[in-house]
């Protein structure tokens, strides 16, 4: 695991990788900035249309909107871009390969737009879902302080961990996954999740996440033929 890291760091230089955290990022505020303008818009019509006395502030829809797309993107850049990144993956994954494990490069298959674009909506979903049963918890945890934060990081960190494990092996349908991977993947998607947390650095987690994936899902291969 921690080879696997600095291993990561080490090719954030590389042109493919660069190209990929640039189209994830710029995808994943324009999923936002959609999402901000859309807000907008029915904020404006709602309070247009079912407003009354509260249509005499209908000019602070466009404040509102925006407190709430930065509050979003606060809590959820993990899910938009770990969802996002499923469709440029292929660039980090054929880069982490050919230097790393060309024989690997050599054998992969190329993921189409369909299954990859499937993927980001499998993975939107499953967050979705799951946090969505895990707030219940959460809110029965508050009292501890510290409880709530852990449930959805212990939740997420699964998440992540199984979506960035997919989004590798879905390259390599024909190799089996070596037993114990479900540790390594929560571990994986644990790294990740507290590499979110951290301002800056969180734009680049996804991608150092999906380096990591690459890294470990060829090195359990490789003990696996042992």
């Known amino acids: 695991m921690i080879s696997a890291f600095f291993k990561s760091l080490g090719q954030l230089s590389d042109r493919a990788i660069l ?24 904020l404006a019509w709602a309070i247009v249309r079912y407003g009354g006395p509260l249509g005499d502030y209908a000019e602070w829809t466009g404040v509102i909107a925006a407190i709430g797309t930065i509050i979003a993107f606060w809590f959820w850049w993990r899910v938009v871009a770990i969802a996002v990144l499923q469709l440029f993956a292929d660039r980090i994954v054929i880069a982490v390969e050919r ?15 369909g299954p990859s674009l499937a993927m980001a909506l499998r993975s939107l ?53 070596a037993p114990g991977s479900r540790t390594s993947r929560f571990v994986l998607g644990l790294i990740a ?19 990591m994936a690459t890294h470990l899902f060829h090195q359990r291969g ?5």
């Open 125 to 177: 979903g499953r967050a979705l879902l799951y946090n969505a049963l895990a707030l219940p918890f959460a809110l029965v945890l508050l009292f501890t302080g510290v409880g709530a934060p852990m449930l959805f990081l212990a939740v997420n960190a699964v998440l992540v961990g199984r979506d960035l494990d997919e989004m590798v092996a879905a390259r390599h349908p024909a190799l089996c996954d």
């Open 19 to 42: 190209s990929a955290l640039l189209w994830t990022v710029l995808c994943a505020v324009l999923v936002f900035a959609l999402s901000g303008w859309a807000l907008w818009q029915g």
């Open 193 to 211: 999740n507290l590499l979110l947390l951290v301002p800056l650095v969180n734009l680049l987690a996804p991608i150092i996440a999906a380096a």
């Open 99 to 113: 230097r790393h494990y060309p024989g690997a490069a050599a054998s992969a298959r190329d993921l189409p737009w």
């Open 222 to 226: 490789a003990r696996g033929k042992s």
